[in-house]
């Protein structure tokens, strides 16, 4: 991988909530509760992490979010916060135009929502970041196309249409752009990617829905929207193993509460992984 380091940053895109037995997939409740309390409706709490990267020639984003597009009654669904990555990007004290490249792991509606808006609210939508790019594995991009998932309302049109001019499809482990490298994830979709990156401390890896929370680090702790669950299991324990023996930091997409994590083994046991929270961001 190349030796390129950036400066970056956490940005939160938005909370949301869903159904927890089904984040938890074969998990059974007496055990999921305690790590993730449910609310009345049975939904947990969750984040969009995003990240953006900054080198001083480019700024990067890492993810999206849900966007700003959906209307009431999904917005009570998903307890949709009243934000999104332009409101983050504002706080930061920058415009969307100022990104230069965006890359998403995947394409289902709370990664690639963000890349489109409609202003106002019910225009037609339009991307999100008028100078970027968007970089996203060719097979995902497929798939969101055909609408090829367990679920038939993620891959949605408004999401990927009005930016169908500007996506670069990547064919697994690559550099997406200069500095920084993606590699595939299988697991939760067929072709879900991890971006990876080097800042002044060392490498940090953005795995995407691999393991959505921290409490998702035990190994059959899937997600029941998960295509390929078995293969995720392998996915994850690779991922895990590569962070603990290489020093590799992570950043859990959509933890609600702290999610950059160093990783080690755990100390009895050889195919389970103890987390550690580290700094706010790596700038
Ligand atoms: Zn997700």
Known sequence: MSQHTWRWQLLRAGSFRLDGGTMFGIIPRVLWQKLAPPDDRNRIALQTNCLLLEDGRRRVLIETGYGNKFDAKNRDIFALEDRWIGTALAEVGLDRADIDAVIVTHLHFDHAGGLTFSDPAGAPPRPSFPNAKVYVQRVEWEDALANKSTMTRTYLRDHLDPVADRVV???GECDAIDGISVFPTPGHTWGQQGVVFRDEHGTVVFPGDVMPTASHVGAAYNMAYDVLPYDNIFTKRRLLARCADEGWRLAIDHEPGHPLM??????????????????????
Do not use: A, I, K
Not at 264 to 280: M, Y
């Open 169 to 171: 499809l990547l064919e």
């Open 262 to 283: 160093r990783v080690r083994h755990h100390p009895d046991r050889p195919d389970q992984f103890l987390l550690e929270p580290f700094g706010t961001s790596g700038v």
